[in-house]
């Protein structure tokens, strides 16, 4: 019987092993292919850095003239600021990749992908993971046409900051694609909720303005909110900091969002292959 029991668990490893080496393949060949569209259309990546500049150029300033001259927290007024904008890069970018999706359903390519051996969780996490390539060249970028504008750069420390915000983007980005299936033939539905949601999101965060001088009962709903901590952790790792409980909050919350959109993203593109 323990002879049994010893083939039994051996038997176990080796499916769980095999099943874990196809997860790992099937999730590269997903990524593979969807970073080559990424990368067969350059110019999207880089267009989209405009509106973000648009912001760190017009806005940083008049927040400047409202804050007055002394900066915000002890940081200058685009020392504040460009944490917010990176984190907008990574909302705008990750939150709208359903569409992409909705896309394919329309094309009848996404009814391809599933007809092929590839396992469902590795559709949902190579796409999801392929928002993480973009957001780390666009968050790059933006930070070093910052730095002849005043922003004192911390690479490390910045370096951190988009892994962070990596995390949470691959968590939205499953989000998003849920999101596109369940709003499957509604491309007006998909838009609407995702635009309802996501500006609430972003001004309940602190990332335009400061959170403290809002009334107290946005300061109480900004506390169930994500974005938050994300916005607070990435400002205080953009100044040089490490040691301190908000960038712990804030990685909190980047893993809880990951870990609970692949898992929202898994289980619509499993129960839509039905």
């Not at 995702?194 to 335009?208: A, I, K, R």
């Not at 809002?214 to 490490?242: C, D, H, K």
């Amino acid at each position: 019987m323990i002879a049994r029991t010893v083939e039994d668990i051996a038997v176990a490893e080796k499916r769980h092993t095999g099943g874990l080496r196809r997860f790992t393949s099937d999730t590269r060949a997903v990524f593979k292919r969807e970073i080559m569209l990424v990368l067969r259309d350059p110019f999207s990546l880089i267009f989209s850095l405009l509106q973000p500049l648009v912001f760190l150029a017009l806005f940083a300033p008049l927040l400047a003239g409202t804050v007055g001259g002394g900066g915000i927290d002890g940081a200058s007024t685009r020392q504040w600021f460009l944490p917010g904008v990176v984190v907008m890069i990574c909302v705008f970018g990750t939150g709208m990749t359903g569409s992409n999706l909705q896309y394919e359903m329309q094309t009848g390519s996404y009814e391809r992908i599933l007809a092929s051996p590839l396992g469902r969780a590795s559709i949902l996490t190579g796409r999801a993971l392929k928002e993480f390539a973009p957001l780390v060249v666009q968050a790059l970028l933006i930070t070093l046409l910052a730095a002849p504008f005043g922003v004192t750069l911390h690479l490390a420390h910045v370096l951190v900051g988009i892994l962070v915000l990596g995390v949470f983007g691959i968590g939205l980005g499953a989000l998003s694609y849920a999101l596109a299936i369940a709003t499957r033939g509604k491309e007006w539905m998909f838009w609407a909720v995702q635009q309802s949601l996501t500006f609430p999101l972003l001004l309940l965060s602190g990332m335009m303005l400061p959170l403290e001088t809002g009334p107290t009962w946005m300061q109480t709903l900004a506390r169930f909110n994500p974005l938050t901590y994300i916005v607070s952790a990435e400002r205080e790792l953009f100044t040089g900091t490490f040691a301190s409980p908000t960038v712990l909050w804030g990685l909190v919350a980047a893993v809880a969002t990951c870990a609970g959109g692949l898992a929202t993203g898994i289980r619509t593109i499993r129960r839509s292959a039905r």
